[in-house]
């Protein structure tokens, strides 16, 4: 049986909104008892909802709150959009969804406020706990900044 996208946001929607150290545990804690191949479908899930976001059009947004000397937007460093993507996920379905429709919407998320780390860790953490064993998890998608070729032409070779 494989994880939906429902069965995904579902889970997602556990944060409250937001990937925070706390409600990040929590989401672990409530993977754990799940089957591990639930475990492993929903890091499979959260990679390619990653990987999708993994575009230029977010990527290239500058930092919302910052500016360097002079007051020149702040770029996004490639762990900060990767952590932009990663709030834009907790966010939830609907947030997820209409960025792709218009950038924009993904510009709050690059805030200084927003620190979705916690995000990435979720999975592993989970597996953890199910089986007591670390997790040199490979998904299908790499989540990496910069990784979408589809996403980024202008860095194809």
Known sequence: ?????????????????????????????????????????????HAEALYRLDQEKFGTLPVVDLTVRGGSPFPQSSDVFLYSRCAVVAAGREVWES????????????????????????PDKAYERATGKEWDRHTRYCYESYSNRDGWPHLRH
């Open 1 to 45: 049986m494989r994880m939906t996208w429902a069965d995904f946001w579902a889970l997602i929607a556990t944060l409250d909104g937001e990937a925070t150290n706390e409600s990040c545990r929590r989401l672990a804690e409530e993977l754990s008892h799940r089957p591990v191949p639930d475990i492993i479908r929903f890091a499979e899930r």
């Open 99 to 122: 960025v792709f429709f218009d950038a924009d919407k993904f510009a709050p998320y690059t805030s200084t406020r927003y620190n979705a780390e916690w995000l990435l860790y979720v």
